[in-house]
């Protein structure tokens, strides 16, 4: 079974820039969580999208956005683009019912520059 | 505020040994909790899940529960210099789906 995929891997945008980033889970899950890390930082909770809709949703602003298709892949938006927000990005799936596993893809490294 | 908390380390142990990485979680209605490995540059692995009090083995791997005093553990046996990452606590609570997770311990396996 494929993994969890993102894309793109690695990413450099200027401050006051948008970035848009994907991901597709694992066939048959159908919710996908977003996670920003930093460098000495946790993994900081964005947000999970389940079936199209966002269950919940972490402390981040509004410039973090995020969607998800009726085939439950989906996309983070960032705009306006800080200095701050370089980190790695990562996606997590998981069935998203009776349990509580997650499985994470390999990240896009962003960097603002 | 829920809230996991680890030590985030360097944990040193000597190749062939036990490591022992704990983990404390504060929300009594915490059900599931996961144990990650995370390796510099790459993202996190899940290496280990457990439900319910006791103990639950996997290799060299064991995951430790202990409800009544909120915390849980991963022993590692005979530890291998590959076993030198960082470990992320992740924990469940209620029926929510959202994981919260501790800061990590960063585990060195000297040869």
């Known amino acids: 079974k494929a993994g969890v995929t993102q894309t793109p891997r690695y990413l450099i945008k200027t401050r006051g820039q948008q970035v848009t980033l994907s991901c597709s889970p694992i066939?048959?899950?159908?919710?996908v969580s977003w996670y920003q890390q930093t460098p000495g930082q946790g993994l900081q909770f964005l947000f999970e999208y389940f079936s199209e809709t966002q269950r919940n949703k972490g402390n981040f602003p509004g410039r973090f956005s995020g969607r998800q298709f009726s085939n439950s892949r989906s996309e983070m938006n960032v705009s306006t683009l800080e200095l701050g927000d370089s980190a790695l990005y990562l996606c997590?799936?998981?069935?998203?019912?009776?349990?509580?596993?997650?499985?994470f893809g390999p990240g896009t490294r962003l960097t603002v520059t | 505020q829920k809230e996991v908390e680890q030590n985030s380390g360097p944990l040193s142990v000597p190749e062939g040994a036990i490591a022992s990485l704990n983990c404390t979680y504060s929300?009594?209605?915490?059900?599931?909790f996961f144990w990650y490995r995370q390796y510099s540059g790459k993202s996190p692995e899940l290496i280990m899940f457990i439900y319910s009090n006791g103990d639950k083995e996997d290799g060299r791997f064991t995951a430790q529960l202990n409800k009544a005093s909120q915390y849980v553990s991963l022993l590692i046996r005979d530890s291998q210099p590959s076993d030198s990452a960082t470990y992320l606590c992740a924990v469940n609570i209620g029926s929510n789906y959202q994981l919260i997770w501790g800061a990590g311990t960063k585990l060195i396996i000297k040869p």
């Open positions: 929300d009594r209605g915490s059900q599931s």
């Open positions: 997590a799936s998981s069935v998203g019912t009776r349990n509580y596993e997650q499985y």
């Open positions: 066939s048959g899950h159908r919710s």
